[in-house]
């Protein structure tokens, strides 16, 4: 295990708009294969020199992503998750696509004792970290409780019941899902050695092909496009949760937009960032997450785990 303060990648919320960075370019060694989606740059790595087999599987890495981002976007009136947050009480039947991830969303709010919580979403409408400081009264943040809390809604899988006004997010679980699922597809066509990249959050398919590790730049986070350091990773998955480029700053005081929903209201004192490493992405995202929820208690939580981080106070 190894811990440390490197600075981690850059991270970029479920979903707004990023300047497209699209086509197949080499990098070094690798075929690199660029796109955006998700609001964020998109890119497959493919540690191969066939240009044809790499555009193959740069378009079934995209057309996944696409495909979860038209599912799961809250900014798209017809994807399954609008369709769940329009339904003003009413018992709505899942697929089993959508039931398996409010399965782990659920396992997430019961492991993190409510600190993860996808009903949290909707706290976006009265925290806006837009460079200003419009922080929300206290008033205005007790009108917002009765919306939060996943303990208020009615799954029964595949049926789930959400109290009218209420909403759900899938930020911190939607675009780490698609990096698994966007890996899995490309491993089920070829064994070329990839790494899957949707904004800062990877997962890699093994080793290159000379048994070496990937060797992923680290983004600073006071210093944007200027790398900080290097991880290498042979297995698994990276992601990163950070507040350095989003919050909002009032009378000398720093809010985080890490928001708890246990209390609607700004985490205390979390680290600028964190990175974990982990098997899946959706798994490093959910525990990447967690640790910022637990604010200035996050290095102690991530020790406590026995969890491979990096952190930056």
């Given at each position: 295990?190894?811990?440390?303060?490197?600075?981690?990648?850059?991270?970029?919320?479920?979903?707004?708009?990023?300047?497209?960075?699209?086509?197949?370019?080499?990098?070094?060694?690798?075929?690199?294969?660029?796109?955006?989606?998700?609001?964020?740059?998109?890119?497959?790595?493919?540690?191969?020199?066939?240009?044809?087999?790499?555009?193959?599987l740069?378009?079934?890495?995209?057309?996944?992503?696409?495909?979860?981002?038209?599912?799961?976007?809250?900014?798209?009136?017809d994807?399954?998750?609008?369709?769940?947050?329009?339904?003003?009480?009413?018992?709505?039947?899942?697929?089993?696509e959508?039931?398996?991830?409010?399965?782990?969303a659920?396992?997430?709010?019961?492991?993190?004792?409510?600190?993860?919580?996808?009903?949290?979403?909707?706290?976006?409408?009265?925290?806006?970290?837009?460079?200003?400081?419009?922080?929300?009264?206290?008033?205005?943040?007790?009108?917002?409780?009765?919306?939060?809390?996943?303990?208020?809604?009615?799954?029964?899988?595949?049926?789930?019941?959400?109290?009218?006004?209420?909403?759900?997010?899938?930020?911190?679980?939607?675009?780490?899902?698609?990096?698994?699922?966007?890996?899995?597809?490309?491993?089920?066509?070829?064994?070329?050695?990839?790494?899957?990249?949707?904004g800062?959050?990877?997962?890699?398919?093994?080793?290159?092909?000379?048994?070496?590790?990937?060797?992923?730049a680290?983004?600073?986070?006071?210093?944007?496009?200027?790398?900080?350091?290097?991880?290498?990773?042979?297995?698994?998955?990276?992601?990163?949760?950070?507040?350095?480029?989003?919050?909002?700053?009032?009378?000398?005081?720093?809010?985080?937009?890490?928001?708890?929903?246990?209390?609607?209201a700004?985490?205390?004192?979390?680290?600028?960032?964190?990175?974990?490493?982990?098997?899946?992405?959706?798994?490093?995202?959910f525990?990447?997450?967690?640790?910022?929820?637990?604010?200035?208690?996050?290095?102690?939580?991530?020790?406590?785990?026995?969890?491979?981080?990096?952190?930056?106070?």
């Open positions: 295990m190894w811990w440390g303060t490197a600075l981690p990648s850059t991270r970029s919320d479920l979903w707004g708009e990023v300047e497209p960075l699209s086509g197949l370019r080499r990098i070094g060694e690798d075929l690199v294969y660029g796109f955006a989606a998700m609001g964020s740059p998109c890119e497959l790595r493919i540690d191969s020199v066939d240009e044809e087999l790499a555009l193959g740069g378009q079934v890495a995209e057309d996944e992503a696409r495909r979860i981002e038209a599912k799961f976007s809250r900014y798209r009136p994807s399954a998750l609008s369709r769940i947050n329009a339904s003003e009480g009413e018992a709505i039947w899942l697929d089993e959508t039931a398996g991830l409010i399965d782990y659920a396992q997430c709010f019961e492991l993190s004792n409510g600190l993860f919580d996808i009903t949290s979403g909707i706290l976006r409408r009265i925290w806006r970290f837009d460079g200003s400081d419009r922080v929300p009264t206290p008033e205005v943040i007790r009108t917002f409780k009765p919306l939060v809390g996943w303990d208020k809604v009615t799954w029964r899988r595949p049926t789930l019941t959400l109290p009218p006004g209420m909403e759900l997010d899938l930020g911190g679980l939607g675009k780490e899902y698609a990096v698994d699922c966007a890996l899995l597809k490309v491993m089920a066509i070829d064994d070329a050695p990839v790494l899957v990249n949707f800062g959050d990877l997962r890699v398919s093994g080793a290159r092909r000379d048994g070496s590790r990937w060797r992923v680290i983004d600073s986070v006071f210093a944007p496009g200027t790398p900080d350091g290097m991880i290498e990773i042979a297995s698994g998955a990276l992601t990163t949760s950070g507040d350095a480029r989003r919050f909002l700053q009032k009378e000398g005081i720093r809010y985080s937009h890490i928001l708890d929903p246990r209390t609607c700004a985490v205390v004192d979390p680290p600028h960032a964190v990175t974990v490493a982990a098997a899946t992405c959706i798994e490093a995202g525990l990447s997450t967690l640790a910022m929820l637990h604010g200035r208690e996050a290095e102690q939580f991530l020790r406590q785990e026995g969890l491979v981080a990096w952190w930056v106070r």
